[in-house]
């Protein structure tokens, strides 16, 4: 296994449970019990919960510099990064426009959309951003598709 594979699939695993651990946070008190005001050290310790991830893109980013330096990583690993940049942004654009526009329409009778969601997607963007990136990093680069 390349290094560039173990690297997306050690960050497909973490911001998997990073992911999962966001929606099960926010989601099984509520999207307006978790925006409640008496709960803000609870929406300060979910926002915690998204730094291992944070910490880990900074490794793999020095330590696939490093790589890149010693020729553990080369020119393919460069192209199924960037095919994998490509296919997060088709992938997460969309479902961050549609969660806005399915918000708004569903919320639009009462004119306020609950805070809770909002804190969901901000924070669901930024893990779904490094979570889609791993994955297809992993589905490229097992397929071999790298150019074209």
């Not at 915690?48 to 893109?57: H, S």
């Amino acid at each position: 296994m390349s290094n560039a594979r173990k690297f997306a699939l050690m960050s497909t695993i973490v911001w998997g449970l990073i992911f999962i651990g966001l929606l099960l946070i926010v989601l099984l008190p509520g999207v307006e019990a978790f925006a409640d005001p008496d709960r803000s050290l609870w929406r300060l310790l979910t926002a915690g919960i998204i730094l291992p991830g944070f910490v880990l893109n900074a490794w793999l980013g020095w330590r696939s510099q490093k790589g890149r330096k010693s020729g553990e990583l080369d020119e393919r690993d460069d192209a199924v990064s960037l095919r994998a940049s490509q296919a997060t942004l088709i992938v997460v654009a969309p479902i961050v426009f549609l969660s806005t526009i399915l918000l708004y329409e569903v919320y639009s009778g009462s004119g306020l959309v609950p805070r809770g969601w909002l804190y969901l997607l901000a924070y669901g963007t930024v893990t779904l951003v490094s979570l889609v990136h791993s994955v297809a990093s992993l589905v490229l680069d097992k397929q071999g598709i790298a150019n074209g």
